[in-house]
Each structure stands twice: as structure tokens, then as C-alpha cells.
């Protein structure tokens, strides 16, 4: 039982990283099913649909959710999980946007948008952490 009650305690402590991580894994999940969700740029279009690409946004993820279980406070692992998650992000953010502009699927405007969403809550955690140890 206090087991139990310890691992809430750390889920407590950082919920948008839990959050922000099991967005990353099932998006991760989700383009691993999916072998032909990015056809542009043609060019590059066999590596962005290859499943490293999905396992890195899984592995990134189930870092977060590790992170979380483990307390948070380790400073480090937290930048450098923060700072891999806007790297994926930022990268489907220009993937994204390439096939609005580009082919003009405009049915991907809105996860634009909520990509762009996510980056702003990564930036409030980079930000904001309890990890964070600022100079006074």
C-alpha cells in the first residue's frame, strides 16, 4: 500500500510531463502502425515513415513516464527529455506544415495547431519544472 501511495505522490508531482509522455508513446504507436502517414517530401518520405523514427517518440516518451515514476528530480534527465520531445515536435510541426503548404492537405492544419500547442507546454515545463534550480 505504500507503494501505492508513493508512486502517486511522484504522478502528482509532474503531471504534464506524464501527460506530455504518454501523448509521445501513443503518437509513437501510432505512426508505427501506420507506414505511409508522411509522403512529403517524397525524397525523404522512406525515412520519416521508418519505425526508428516511431521508436525514437516511443522510447522519448516512456522516458518521460519513467521520469515521472521515478520523482522527477533529476535536473539533467529532465532537460534532455524535454529538449528530445521538442525535437520530435518541431519535426512534425515542418512535416506537417510541408504537406499543407506543399500538397495542400489542409486536413492536418489543426494538428499543426496542437503541435504548436505542446511546444508552448514543453516550454512552460523547461521553464517551470521543480527541477529546475534557479540562481538567486
Request: charged share 10%.
Amino acid at each position: 500500500m505504500q507503494e501505492l501511495r508513493t508512486l502517486w505522490h511522484n504522478l502528482k508531482l509532474n503531471p504534464l510531463h506524464l501527460i506530455l509522455g504518454l501523448m509521445l508513446s501513443i503518437m509513437g504507436i501510432v505512426l508505427l502502425i501506420n507506414d505511409s502517414f508522411f509522403y512529403w517530401p517524397p525524397e525523404w518520405q522512406w525515412f520519416f515513415n521508418n519505425d526508428l523514427v516511431d521508436a525514437f517518440a516511443i522510447i522519448v516518451g516512456t522516458g518521460l513516464i519513467a521520469f515521472v515514476i521515478s520523482g522527477g528530480r533529476n535536473q539533467i534527465a529532465n532537460a534532455v527529455l524535454l529538449a528530445l520531445s521538442t525535437f520530435f515536435i518541431t519535426l512534425l510541426v515542418i512535416l506537417q506544415l510541408g504537406h499543407v503548404l506543399v500538397i495542400h492537405d489542409y486536413s492536418r492544419l489543426l494538428s499543426i495547431i496542437a503541435l504548436a500547442g505542446w511546444l508552448l507546454v514543453i516550454q512552460y515545463l523547461a521553464i517551470h519544472s521543480k527541477t529546475v534550480k534557479r540562481q538567486k
